[in-house]
């Protein structure tokens, strides 16, 4: 089916499954066939959500480890994410995150220490979104977030159990809050043998958009 479809010969075919099977996305049953892997996690995007509330959503048991958590001289890259002045200090955070016991995403963030002089380390090992909004009461708008596909280093292999040359879906994101403050810029790497991410895009127009005889201009989309 697959050499008729694509008009390709049955080596190219096998050759472009056994890819797949090396990159974690099918998988072969003996006695049954080829399969897409089942994803372990899938997340609807709909609204920002913490970790924690995606987790409890869905019947899951979410645990953060703290790998790394120190205070650093922002550079040029990171003090513009952050609106802050280069050499201002951030915390530069790194956490493995699992789901029911299993290596799911490694989240590298970056906050501003000036915004957060208390943060600790046992906040971190919760919900970072529940301490900022309950205990610090910071009203949090959103977060602009740009997903990738990026090859995974030897880090990123061996702290999420990843196969040789299985690729990692990347989230990079800048959280704001209500008053436009930045105050969180992210990197986070998934398995992405095991996570789906789905999105739900809401269709609004602006007055008639298909008048007879009329060209309709909608609106750009937001720039960050």
Request: glycine letters at 6%; a neutral charge.
């Amino acid at each position: 089916q697959l050499m008729a479809e694509y008009d390709a010969s049955r080596v190219s075919v096998r050759r472009a499954i056994e890819e797949l099977v090396a990159a974690g996305l099918v998988q072969k049953r003996h006695g049954s066939g080829t399969y897409v892997t089942n994803k372990e996690v899938v997340n609807v995007v709909d609204s920002l959500k913490s970790g924690q509330e995606f987790a409890q959503a869905t019947g899951k048991e979410l645990s953060n480890e703290v790998l790394q958590f120190a205070v650093i001289p922002a550079d040029k890259e990171i003090a513009g994410r952050l609106e802050l002045a280069p050499g201002d200090k951030v915390y530069h955070i790194q956490r493995l995150r699992k789901i029911d016991g299993r290596p799911q995403s490694v989240e590298e963030s970056f906050m501003p220490v000036a915004l957060f002089p208390e943060l600790s380390m046992r906040a971190l090992e919760k919900s970072k979104y529940e301490y900022l909004e309950l205990q610090l009461g910071i009203r949090i708008d959103g977060s602009y977030q740009e997903f990738s596909a990026v090859p995974a280093g030897r880090e990123m292999v061996k702290l999420l159990n990843l196969k040789d040359r299985e690729p990692t879906l990347q989230i990079t994101s800048l959280s704001r809050m209500k008053d436009g403050t930045p105050f969180d810029y992210s990197i986070t790497q998934f398995k992405s043998s095991e996570y789906h991410i789905g999105i739900y895009l809401h269709r609004e127009l602006k007055g008639n958009a298909y008048n007879m005889g009329k060209t309709a201009t909608l609106p750009d989309l937001p720039h960050p």
